[in-house]
């Protein structure tokens, strides 16, 4: 079993770096609904000695893929506890307008703007008055751990793109389980909404049952115009 951890966070904040952010979306593929992307670094680098009810859920902090939904959503309150997150969303129209690459790097960019607004009001509650230790957007003490093998365009912060780092890297394995959570639960809104095509069993992706549904009821208001088989069923039934 891999194990994400924090040697990466260590290693980059020795280096002077006062703020390590973990970044990664969930949505990428689904022909339905947005795509959500979540920004997170680590309250505290050190684990509470002999806390063994903390060690469990601290290890459980992995790729969210590697993770039951009911996992996923056991551990999420945990994560809100021990991190600092932020969230960015684009909606389908986005994503039909922009594609869905520029729409996550969006997101992301969305949801480390978060963080940092968070974070600045956090710090100004704990340490009123003293400006120095306040964050911003053009702070050379930030640096972004991107999940992928692409560097968030256009983004003035200083990056790493880190493949795999879902798997390795303790602060994009909660951004991953967080971004998965928030994500599965619009969908089990929108199933609410859109009951006709099965959201609530694969939030949106291409499954057989989903491509089925669509065959048969067409597109919905929240499917990806843009995506395939949606774009040429919306053509045929024009």
Do not use: W
């Not at 990466?8 to 280096?15: H, P, Q, T, V, Y």
């Not at 021990?82 to 690459?101: A, K, P, Q, Y």
């Not at 795999?164 to 971004?179: H, L, P, Q, T, V």
Request: net charge positive; proline share 3%; glycine share 6%.
């Amino acid at each position: 079993m891999i194990k994400s951890n924090f040697e990466l966070e260590k290693s980059l904040l020795e280096k002077g770096y006062q703020f390590v952010f973990g970044v990664d979306e969930a949505g990428r593929g689904p022909l339905a609904g947005p795509v959500v992307a979540c920004a997170a670094i680590a309250k505290n680098y050190q684990m509470p000695e002999n806390d063994k009810n903390f060690a469990k859920s601290f290890d459980l902090i992995r790729d969210s893929k590697l993770l039951s939904a009911k996992q996923r959503e056991n551990i999420f309150d945990f994560i809100l506890e021990n991190f600092f997150v932020g969230i960015g969303m684009c909606d389908h129209h986005t994503i039909d307008r922009m594609n869905i690459l520029e729409a996550s790097f969006l997101a992301m960019k969305k949801a480390t703007s978060e963080l940092i607004r968070i974070m600045n009001d956090e710090l100004r509650i704990k340490y009123e008055g003293d400006k120095k230790i306040f964050i911003t957007h053009n702070s050379e003490s930030i640096i972004i751990l991107v999940d992928g093998n692409k560097k968030i365009p256009n983004f003035s912060m200083e990056q790493k793109a880190v493949v795999n780092g879902d798997k390795f890297i303790k602060s994009i394995s909660a951004a991953s389980i967080i971004a998965k959570v928030v994500r599965d639960r619009i969908m089990l809104e929108m199933h609410a909404k859109f009951p006709n095509y099965g959201f609530d069993k694969h939030k949106g992706y291409g499954t057989k049952l989903h491509v089925e549904n669509l065959q048969q009821f067409g597109p919905c208001a929240i499917h990806r115009k843009s995506f395939e088989p949606v774009k040429s069923l919306v053509k045929r039934r024009k």
